[in-house]
């Protein structure tokens, strides 16, 4: 849940799906929509089907693994993640290299090199495990990362503070605000949108994705102005803003009633785990509850 994903942010996903999905068994045994259900909102949903993979994979083994190599090995885990778990969990010298280390490391020796580039990384990979403390790894790793987090900051690196500031070539040189280097730029794209939603009770109109879908396949969504041609399209009782990645969205909110329900759509209930909602579908169906009910 963590990857891509602030801790506050997480939180209480967390403890609803630690709630629900107390041990592996119980995540390999749940159907795929109530896994997304309760995952809705924290994006990323690739994670979440991996999770599933993994713990299937688990219950096949008998066990969670013990190793590195079989660490990586389960569905979603990369090095990082691997590297994290084998060394707080099982005390294996696997040193761990997530930004707030690429930035120690990079300031550390006030390196220039490009932190995006992969030949970067794996040159930073091999630095970390050659000053990782091997026989206090989960230790080392928890305080280089903390490190990271909390005094060698992105922006206003706390160096009065840092313990190590002694050994930092890149204070020494006066370049750690400089440090470190990402040149790769992305492009943001901003795209306007309008969902339509079409109350009846509890339920609302909606389409769900296939099951083939590039992106966000099993999630049910709101219908827009294209899904129900011919049907006229009132203004909009507000909007909201959502970003994917490198793209920037706002989609504007707009309440119909409808005589005819196309082939492809449902009444569906938002209150039921069985129906993952899309964050779109959610933030406008909110809105609509806020503002829509009073008009």
């Known amino acids: ?17 630690l709630d629900r999905f107390p041990n592996p068994a119980a995540l390999a045994s749940a159907p795929e929509e109530e896994v997304l259900s309760l995952w809705a909102g924290l994006g990323y949903y690739s994670r979440a089907r991996n999770l ?21 090995a389960l569905a979603g885990v990369g090095d990082y993640t ?37 030949a970067t990384r794996q040159r930073m990979q091999i630095h970390a495990d050659r000053i990782l403390d091997r026989s206090r790894p989960a230790l080392f790793n928890q305080a280089i990362m ?3 987090a909390t005094v060698c900051l992105p922006r206003q ?20 605000n400089e440090l470190p280097v990402k040149l790769r730029n992305h492009v943001v794209h901003c795209v306007e949108r309008t969902l ?17 879908s590039a992106k966000l396949a099993g999630f049910w969504e709101l219908p827009e102005p294209e899904h129900l041609p011919g049907v006229a399209v009132d203004e909009p009782i507000g909007s909201f803003r959502h970003a994917i990645t490198n793209h920037q969205y706002v989609f504007r909110v707009t309440v ?7 082939k492809h759509m449902s009444w ?7 129906f993952p909602f899309s964050t779109t579908a959610r933030k406008a169906i909110s809105l609509y509850r806020k503002i829509g009910r009073k008009r």
């Open 1 to 17: 849940m963590l990857q891509q994903t602030r801790v506050a942010a997480v939180i209480p996903y967390y403890e609803r799906f």
């Open 52 to 72: 599933i993979k993994a713990a299937r994979q688990i219950q096949q083994a008998g066990a969670f693994p013990r190793t590195f190599d079989g660490i990586r």
């Open 82 to 118: 691997a590297a994290a778990v084998a060394s707080i969990a099982f005390s294996l010298p696997h040193a761990v290299v997530d930004g707030n280390v690429l930035r120690v490391i990079s300031r550390l020796n006030n390196d220039p090199s490009d932190i995006s580039a992969l």
């Open 146 to 148: 903390e490190l990271g």
């Open 157 to 176: 690196p706390q160096c009065t503070l840092c313990p190590v500031a002694g050994s930092c070539e890149g204070r020494r040189a006066g370049r750690q």
């Open 196 to 212: 339509l939603v079409i109350p009846r009770g509890d339920s609302f109109l909606m389409w769900q994705r296939p099951a083939a």
């Open 256 to 262: 119909l009633t409808v005589r005819k329900i196309p």
């Open 268 to 274: 569906t209930p938002d209150s039921d785990d069985r």
